[in-house]
C-alpha cells in the first residue's frame, strides 16, 4: 500500500486507516472534484492533477496540502500520483462533482470499508 504521493512527498498518510478515511472524504464529494488542468497549454511543463476544493476547508484531513485555488475552487490540493491513483485505481471520474460511492467502496480492504465510511460521513 503507497502512502507517500508526489515527488517531494508532500502528500502522505500516517496509516492505511488515514489514507482510506480520505478517499470516502473525495468520494463523498460534498466538497470537491478531480481534475487534469492542461498547464501546457499556457506554457507549463505539463497537466497538473488537482483536487479542486470548494467549501469547509477546516473539515478536510491534515494529509492534503492546500495550494491556492482558481475559479470557484477556494483551494486546490496539488498531485499528479494521487490523481492518477484515484482514477486508475478507485474509479473516481473526473470533474464530477459526485462520484459513484459504491463503485469507489469496491476498491477499499474490507479492513478499512469502516474507515472510508467515516470519512463518507464527514
Known amino acids: 500500500m503507497r502512502l507517500i504521493f508526489g515527488s517531494n512527498g508532500q502528500l502522505h498518510f500516517s496509516d492505511e486507516k488515514e489514507y482510506y478515511y480520505a478517499l470516502g472524504f473525495l468520494a463523498s464529494a460534498k466538497r470537491t472534484s478531480i481534475h487534469w488542468e492542461n ?71 474490507n479492513r478499512y470499508r469502516a474507515d472510508f465510511l467515516r470519512g463518507v460521513a464527514v
Open 39 to 109: 498547464n501546457e497549454e499556457q506554457g507549463a511543463w505539463g497537466s497538473e492533477g488537482r483536487i479542486h476544493c470548494y467549501k469547509e476547508l477546516s473539515l478536510f484531513p491534515p494529509s492534503f496540502p492546500m495550494t491556492a485555488g482558481t475559479g470557484t475552487a477556494l483551494r486546490r490540493i496539488n498531485c499528479n500520483d494521487y490523481v492518477k491513483t484515484l482514477e486508475e485505481t478507485h474509479h473516481f471520474t473526473y470533474g464530477r462533482v459526485n462520484q459513484d460511492i459504491t463503485l469507489i467502496m469496491s476498491t477499499v480492504p
